[in-house]
């Protein structure tokens, strides 16, 4: 591909790649497109001549895109962090997480945190080429929620805002409704139990330690029924040398996970009727723990928008993930699918749940969450997809595209595809590798060339 400098992209045609335009179904073996002003005026099959003032780039080899819409995402604003109000990430940590997504080939993005206010986007931060959209899910009871798991990112600002006061101000999803943090996910096993435990003993556990002592004691629904005898779970204790009776970590696991449960329940729900009575998308926190529920809401809200996230959630069996999502579906609820680290990273989580939701079809959209961090890029899982699942580009590329624009029509309905009239955030990528993303341009400027960020276009650390 040749290379350029950074232009504003007023007058491009990229010319003579492969098209995937991320309708599902429509690829177009060589194509060019012509770019105005940050707009897609022309896509043809036929050789294309260049006017005057126009810059040609020559994509032949390549696969072009549309920008990847991350439906899922958080730390990439500079408010409070995630369902639990917890402290803003540092301003550094936030400029690494926005650069990740723009260098992975998400071109939007939807950060999910949902307790930070409008203004607390970017605050001391640069502008970037990442555009990024936040939720609301101020309501009474997932404030409470968080202020019973952690809060010391909320003010009494926060703390007094509602949802509706948001979407006046321009939000136009809501949620996340729930979390990992306040509903005994992933969020407790990497960081809220194992801060508990070693406040407590001195001892650091891991993740895989904390979820199978959160699991022991409490159960994979958490319905608080301890599955292991006392005796067994003391050999446990004392095979890791963490210095407590097993009653008392019961006791200590009881305070740190189900505490906010109660109150996040009730918060799904002021969430879906909110949904229901302002017409507008809301993504809930889906997991073993919640399933049941939301099956419940969509039934009592059956005009609310629902999305339910992560569905591939670890605390899901394969055969149970595939039977909530399929009767989720039926609802006419989204079936939202995360990367989290289970594609490349498999630090905590493996991908047989995605699997067996990619092979019996259930799949809406694909997104990253944030698995502490850890999260793959949605390239790798789409290549993942076509690679064992058997799914043709085209499908895979739609999860990521044109798929999320419908959902989120408020948002995205300028751009998740590649056909005039779109915004030109098109992905350059490697042709038997989509997960290899070599060049994105956002608004039809050049924003990412050869896999580096460009000067000036996404500032921060490139870790």
């Known amino acids: ?47 294309i001549e260049a006017s005057n003032g126009e810059t040609v780039v020559s994509t032949k080899g390549y696969l072009m895109l549309p920008g990847f819409i991350n439906g899922h995402a958080h730390a990439t604003i500079a408010g409070p962090s995630m369902p639990s109000g917890s402290l803003p990430l540092s301003l550094d940590d936030v400029r690494y997480q926005r650069n990740r997504h723009l260098l992975s080939g998400t071109t939007s993005l939807i950060n999910v945190c949902g307790l930070a206010l409008s203004e607390e986007r970017d605050g001391a931060l640069e502008p970037h080429a990442l555009d990024i959209h936040m939720t609301s899910a101020h309501t009474p009871h997932s404030l409470a929620a968080a202020d019973q798991i952690d809060g010391q990112g909320l003010t009494p600002r926060h703390r007094s805002a509602r949802l509706e006061e948001l979407v006046s101000r321009g939000c136009r999803v809501l949620g996340e409704a729930g979390g990992g943090q306040t509903l005994g996910g992933g969020a407790q096993d990497y960081r809220f139990i194992p801060d508990a435990i070693e406040e407590r003993t001195g001892v650091r556990i891991s993740a895989h330690l904390a979820r199978q002592l959160k699991e022991a004691v409490l159960g994979r629904n958490l319905d608080g029924k301890m599955r292991i005898s006392e005796a067994a779970l003391h050999e446990l204790l004392d095979e890791h040398a963490i210095d407590l009776t097993s009653r008392a970590l019961g006791n200590l696991l009881r305070m740190k996970v189900l505490a906010p449960v109660h109150c996040a329940r009730l918060g799904l729900e002021e969430i879906a009727a909110a949904s229901a009575q302002l017409q507008l998308p809301a993504i809930f926190h889906h997991a073993l723990p919640t399933a049941t529920t939301l099956i419940a809401l969509a039934k009592a809200y059956p005009k609310a928008r629902m999305v339910a996230a992560h569905a591939n959630h670890p605390s899901f069996l394969p055969e149970e993930a595939c039977t909530y999502a399929r009767e989720l579906k039926a609802l006419g609820v989204t079936i939202d699918v995360s990367t989290l680290d289970m594609i490349d990273t498999r630090f905590r989580n493996q991908p047989d749940n995605l699997d067996a939701l990619v092979d019996a079809g259930l799949i809406d959209t694909l997104s990253t969450d944030y698995a502490g961090g850890d999260w793959d890029s949605i390239g790798s899982a789409l290549h993942r997809t076509t690679r064992k699942n058997g799914w043709s580009l085209p499908q895979v590329v739609a999860l990521a595209t044109g798929n999320v624009a419908r959902v989120f029509p408020e948002l995205f309905a300028d751009r998740g595809l590649l056909e005039v009239g779109r915004r030109a955030d098109i992905v350059i990528a490697e042709p038997h590798n989509i997960s290899r993303i070599r060049h994105v341009y956002k608004d039809g400027r050049l924003v990412v060339s050869d896999g580096v960020l460009l000067h000036g276009v996404a500032p921060g650390l490139q870790k």
Request: no cysteine; glycine share 12%.
């Open 1 to 47: 591909m040749t290379r350029i400098q950074n232009r504003s992209g007023s007058q491009l045609v990229l010319e003579g790649g492969s098209l995937i335009t991320g309708d599902g179904k429509t690829h177009l073996e060589s194509a060019s497109i012509r770019i105005r002003d940050g707009m897609i005026v022309e896509i043809t099959q036929a050789p």
